[in-house]
């Protein structure tokens, strides 16, 4: 018996990651109650496992007394020190128990117990495993799809990506091997609920990291980073190192690390701009790939206003409004785009305002007083 419980107990550590401490305790818990319910619940039952032998000892604690009146609780002195030869009045006696004793339906009670806190420690493991993950990418197998959600397996637990983080016209099949951003890790009644995520900006920076080692290694920081997925990402990036090029190494060798993520993220255009602290060069290098010819700024309101060729502005302004809209989140200024046909009847109409002013104030011949000579 104790072999074979040390065996289960080896075995079950190994195939589910769980400390053979926590299933020495669970077990002992188990059995514990099987014996208690065994003994119409008497909470003077104890029961001990040894850790390194896996040796059971059930016993029944009871109190010496001179006159017995509880016989479950108590001993007579000379039942006692037949047990503890020095016992005496008042003492604590363990009564060791015939552990055959326990029934059938002792045994499975102490099996559901057992597999009870054996599930929970797994639980754990997984949560303890995934809680510091969040915001790291993981690789997982789709298995199946239920009501608006994938469950992917990731190994020794399965995550959750909901369809709407997916990315638009995404379609997974089982067997599927996807890439996801961990966003969340909840408690739940269920257990631990790894959420994840396509969609989310910061997914995309996650396999920048994983690509670029300078971005891994700190030489090169994400300023920020702002998507609207399965269309468009556009990011700023920076480094304190003059020599090194922080959107040549985002690129890389002909295209091939920012090419990699595109295909990951299923042919979503990614624009990376260098970073500045002069807000008219960010706002221009922000509308990329429009070429923009002049910027005018309020620093006070955040708002700026950008001339660009008549040739650029439907690039500029970007399919219903993309790309300036994300230019706009990514630099933090409100950006009004003009054309250069639109700007030039712009200043032609205030020019004439302007001309208009000055005529409707000028002082007419009449108005002007005669000078006698």
């Known amino acids: 018996m104790t072999k074979e419980l040390c065996y289960m107990v080896d ?10 401490e926590i299933l020495i305790e669970a077990l002992q818990y188990a059995l514990l109650s099987a014996a208690r319910k065994k003994f119409g619940g008497r909470t003077n039952i ?4 040894d850790p390194k032998t896996c040796t059971i000892v059930a016993f029944e604690k009871k109190k010496i007394v001179s006159k017995v009146t509880n016989k479950n609780e108590e001993i007579s002195i000379e039942e006692a020190q037949k047990i503890l030869p020095e016992g005496v009045e008042g003492d604590v006696v363990n009564i060791p128990l015939d552990l055959h004793e326990f029934t ?3 045994a499975q009670t102490a099996k559901q117990v057992i597999f009870q806190r054996v599930k929970e420690a797994e639980r754990d493991v997984i949560y303890n495993q995934f809680k510091d993950k969040a915001g ?4 997982g197998i789709v298995m199946r799809k239920e009501k608006g959600i994938y469950f992917l397996n990731l190994g020794r637990t399965e995550a959750i990506l909901l369809v709407r983080e997916t990315l638009p016209n995404e379609n997974l099949k089982r067997g599927d091997t996807v890439r996801a951003l961990i966003e969340d890790v909840k408690i739940t009644t269920k257990g631990p609920a790894i959420m994840l995520s396509r969609t989310s900006p910061q997914f995309v920076a996650a396999l920048f990291k ?3 080692p300078e971005i891994n290694e700190g030489l090169v920081i994400i300023k920020d980073i702002v998507r609207e997925p399965g269309e468009r990402t556009k990011l700023a990036v ?15 060798m002909k295209g091939t690390r920012v090419q990699s993520i595109v295909r990951e993220l299923r042919g979503e255009r990614i624009d990376i701009v260098p970073w500045t602290d002069d807000p008219r060069m960010l706002i221009a290098r922000a509308l990329s790939p429009a070429t923009v010819d002049r910027i005018g700024i309020n620093e006070e309101d955040k708002t700026a206003m950008v001339v660009v060729n008549d040739q650029q502005f439907s690039l500029a302004i970007g399919k219903k409004g ?4 994300l230019a706009m989140k990514l630099t933090g200024w409100d950006i009004d785009i003009l054309s250069d046909t639109e700007y030039s009847e712009m ?3 205030e020019a004439d305002k302007i001309l208009d002013d000055t005529i409707e104030h000028k002082p007419h011949k009449k108005d002007i007083p005669s000078v006698d000579g």
């Open 347 to 349: 200043r032609l109409k």
């Open 322 to 325: 993309q790309n300036v809209r």
């Open 46 to 49: 104890d029961l001990t496992i």
């Open 11 to 20: 075995q079950i550590s190994r195939e589910k990651g769980i400390s053979r």
């Open 104 to 106: 059938r339906i002792a």
């Open 238 to 252: 920076y480094s304190k190192n003059p020599s090194i090029d922080p959107v040549g190494a985002c690129v890389g």
């Open 210 to 212: 994983m690509e670029v």
């Open 136 to 139: 790291q990418v993981v690789s």
